[in-house]
């Protein structure tokens, strides 16, 4: 289900529980966040009515009585039923760590990365609440994909190497250390044509954001 299909309230509060531990808050950690500036009474019956459109965008002929109970609020806990609400971001955050925690196994690594397809919530970037997930996320991704390039290029393996640098890339253009890797490994692997275009473009990027003079494209494919 996607996001835009949410009403913006109701997914609003999807992503912030998806963002707590266990996919779980109190009542007021959840005031807090998504109501921070309304008056207590107004916040509670906000969130109650946000349930309510919460549980019908989810299942759009959500019965109280014969539905099954996807978010429970109860003894001044709000909670996710994780057996029934699943999200990419969780997926990825759990399999990246057991691809971080075994790394003789690069397929559970490359698996993880499959998983992430862009930093969390973008509808909600400048809300406090999804700032610390998403940058959590989004530096897990970033280590695992440079731990996997790594050892692929250990491997032998490069251009499994380059095919995971250049995904990275689609994700975060600014993913500074992976474009450097991905240059050279296209001059070791003959591409020198590859190399020179995607060098072009990081050679921009220093000069225009960083104002430095980047290294030349021959001293980053001998790895100067």
């Known amino acids: 289900m996607e996001l835009s299909s949410i009403r913006r309230r109701a997914a609003g509060l999807l992503c912030y529980l998806m963002t707590r531990n266990g996919h779980l808050a109190t009542r007021d950690q959840v005031l807090d966040a998504l109501w921070p500036d309304v008056d207590p009474q107004a916040a509670l019956n906000s969130l109650h009515q946000t349930l309510y459109f919460l549980r019908r965008d989810i299942e759009p002929g959500y019965d ?3 539905s099954a109970q996807y978010t ?22 759990e399999r990246a760590a057991r691809a971080l925690a075994t790394p003789d196994d690069l397929d559970v690594g490359i698996e993880a990365l499959a998983l992430y397809h862009g930093r969390f ?3 909600f970037e400048y809300e406090e609440w ?3 997930w998403r940058d959590l996320l989004h530096g897990q991704y970033l280590h ?3 731990t996997l390039v790594a050892r692929l290029i250990r491997d032998g393996r490069m251009a499994d190497a380059a095919q995971i640098a250049m995904g990275v890339l689609q994700v975060d253009t600014s993913a500074e250390h992976l474009e450097r890797e991905l240059i050279w ?18 050679a921009a990027v220093q000069r225009t954001e960083y104002g430095v003079e980047p290294p030349s494209l021959d001293d980053i494919i001998s790895g100067v």
């Open 64 to 66: 109280d009585d014969l």
């Open 72 to 93: 429970h609020f109860e003894s001044d806990l709000v909670w996710l039923d994780r057996d029934l609400v699943t999200a990419e971001s969780t997926a990825f955050q």
């Open 121 to 123: 919530a973008p509808e």
């Open 130 to 132: 999804a700032a610390g």
């Open 144 to 146: 695992l994909a440079e």
């Open 185 to 202: 490994l296209y001059g070791t692997m003959g591409a020198r044509s590859a190399a020179a275009e995607q060098y072009g473009h990081y």
